[in-house]
């Protein structure tokens, strides 16, 4: 199925587009009617009177062409169409309400964009090309990401505010041992190169990033050893959460023994922000679903899907209000310790959702 590896911006910059709506939108809705029936470049679609045209819906195909995210997938101008009419309904909804977003936090969203883009090994000038925008249309696309996610906020409660539970950002490396019927013997060379790297990242000869880089046995290590921030539970195998959630901010352990080998682990900030924010996620879905309910649409074209399409005929993952700061990966895709990247899959199978033990295939 296609339909989940599209728009591969979002993966760069944290960001679901909706600009390209932004140049159909400055025309005067009285023309709407009119130009319905252009032949030239027919209005397919209003959301609130404000139009989308086949111009529009060649754009985007354009875009998701360019980014490679259709990955050989040929949507129909349907599908693009309904895509446009979901994400004007949600950009017309916010502008039209004046959701206010302090300039602050749109500077500071665009700051991280900026390094998620270097990052990727791009620039910002890099992006806006491929994706046919201006830095004025991305602002107001950071701009109506954040008034989302202002709305979502406002919706918590104090129930949901006492579920968060505290998660650590933590980079880490590893040395590790066979994956098919390790010896005792594996793990003691494991252990002795695990503290010869300690001790040379003690003696201030490697940054911890750089000796992941150097050392590891993790695809991690092309990120310096990040593994993101992850829970207590479910996230990592035991001895590895146990090891992480006792350190301090900045700290390195002592070496952690797992069934993938011997691990050293330095964790970067600890935050209760990732859990806030996945809940803020589930009350976008419902703001979203309420949007597309109020918003006026009229199509000017044969439908073959209802108008709630389903998430089998969207050209787009059902994130629309994905903001700058979220991961690039679920939880449950998060590349985890012990991760060697390895075809060997005859290793061991507990906590296989997000362990150690996943080899990512």
């Known amino acids: ?13 944290g ?6 709506v ?9 023309e709407v009617v009119k130009d319905a029936s252009n032949n030239d470049d027919p209005v397919l679609a209003t959301v609130n009177e404000h139009p989308i045209k086949r111009s529009d819906v060649e754009h985007l195909r354009q875009q998701l062409t360019d980014s490679g995210a259709l990955n050989g997938f040929e949507p129909t101008e349907e599908q693009l169409a309904e895509e446009l009419i979901r994400r004007e309904s949600i950009q017309r909804y916010v502008l039209d309400n004046k959701v206010e977003v302090a300039p ?8 991280e964009m900026e390094e ?33 996610n202002k709305l979502a906020e406002a919706k918590l409660t104090e129930d949901d505010l006492a579920t968060l539970e505290e998660q650590v950002h933590a980079r880490h490396i590893l040395v590790a041992v066979p994956r098919t019927n390790p010896t005792e013997e594996d793990f003691a060379k494991a252990k002795e190169k695990i503290l010869a790297i300690k001790a040379e990242i003690d003696a201030g000869k490697k940054t911890f990033e750089e000796a992941a880089a150097e050392y590891s046995d993790c695809p991690s ?9 992850f829970p207590r539970k479910d996230a990592m195998v035991e001895p590895f959460a146990e090891a992480a959630f006792a350190l301090k901010v900045g700290e390195v352990s002592e070496p952690v023994r797992t069934q993938f080998g011997y691990h050293l682990i330095k964790v ?5 922000e990732p859990s806030k924010q996945q809940l803020v996620d589930a009350k976008l879905a419902g703001i979203i679903q309420d949007i597309r309910e109020q918003a006026k649409i009229e199509r000017f074209y044969k439908t073959t899907t209802d108008e709630t399409t389903t998430p089998d005929n969207r050209i787009a993952p059902d994130d ?3 903001t700058p700061n979220d991961e690039t990966t679920a939880p449950d895709e998060k590349t985890a310790p012990g991760d060697t990247g390895s075809n060997d899959t005859s290793g061991p199978t507990d906590t296989e959702h997000n362990s150690p033990s996943n080899t990512g295939e």
């Open 320 to 322: 629309a209000a994905t």
């Open 268 to 272: 970067i900030d600890r935050s209760k």
């Open 116 to 148: 998620r883009i270097t990052a990727a090994g791009k620039t910002l000038d890099d992006v806006l090309k491929e994706e046919h925008l201006t830095k004025d249309e991305l602002r107001e696309i950071v701009y109506v990401q954040l008034a989302l």
């Open 1 to 13: 199925m296609h339909t989940t590896r599209f728009l591969a911006i979002a993966l760069v910059c």
């Open 15 to 20: 960001l679901a587009l909706f600009g390209l």
């Open 104 to 111: 602050e936090a749109v500077d500071k969203r665009w700051k």
């Open 221 to 229: 290590k092309a990120q310096g050893g990040d593994l993101g921030f």
């Open 22 to 30: 932004l140049r159909a939108s400055a025309q005067d809705a009285a």
